[in-house]
């Protein structure tokens, strides 16, 4: 079973493959609270899972807030 932080960490590596967030960055508190949340609601597995079926649009997401 993987732990919240565990998960956190691969998330947040797919949905930066670009280097778009900036660590205390608007797009990167923005994504970290709703990915935290996410876990909370969900567990650490469905949602790095989740992720990986979503990154498209979750990217382009992103990319929206960091313009």
Request: no cysteine; aromatic share 2%.
């Amino acid at each position: 079973m993987m732990d919240k932080s565990k998960a956190m960490i691969k998330i947040m590596t797919i949905l930066n493959e670009d280097g778009l967030m900036i660590p205390g960055g608007r797009a990167h508190a923005v994504v970290t609270e709703y990915m935290n949340f996410k876990i909370d609601r969900v567990g650490p597995e469905e949602a790095l899972e989740d992720v990986r079926q979503s990154k498209d649009h979750l990217v382009a997401q992103i990319q929206l807030m960091a313009v």
